[in-house]
């Protein structure tokens, strides 16, 4: 704990916490919001080989986990912290200039 702490900047182990369960949540948000919107386009693990599936599964992932990162992020306090984690992440994916 102490690391993260460390690492991230954080004086507590409460902010620690906080960040752990925003990145569970934006996870499976993320994921609750891509499988349907992949279902209504037609990929689906029936009709398409397994390894396609998930790689059109996971590039949209990626893009929706980004995007709102920063705002569940805000609904545990931690808005700049994920907004910061975003650019970051942004920057490293080509997707924004430094």
Known sequence: M???KERWGLTS???VLAIIIAFSINGSFA???VRPILGQIGV???NLNV???YILYIVPVIFVYQ???PYVGWLVG???FFKNMQTKMMVRM???KA
Do not use: G, M
């Open 2 to 4: 102490e690391k993260l």
């Open 67 to 69: 995007f709102t990162l």
């Open 13 to 15: 182990n409460w902010e």
């Open 51 to 53: 390894v396609v599936f």
């Open 31 to 33: 994921t609750f919001i």
């Open 94 to 96: 080509k997707l924004k």
């Open 44 to 46: 689906t693990k029936e």
């Open 78 to 80: 931690q808005y700049r």
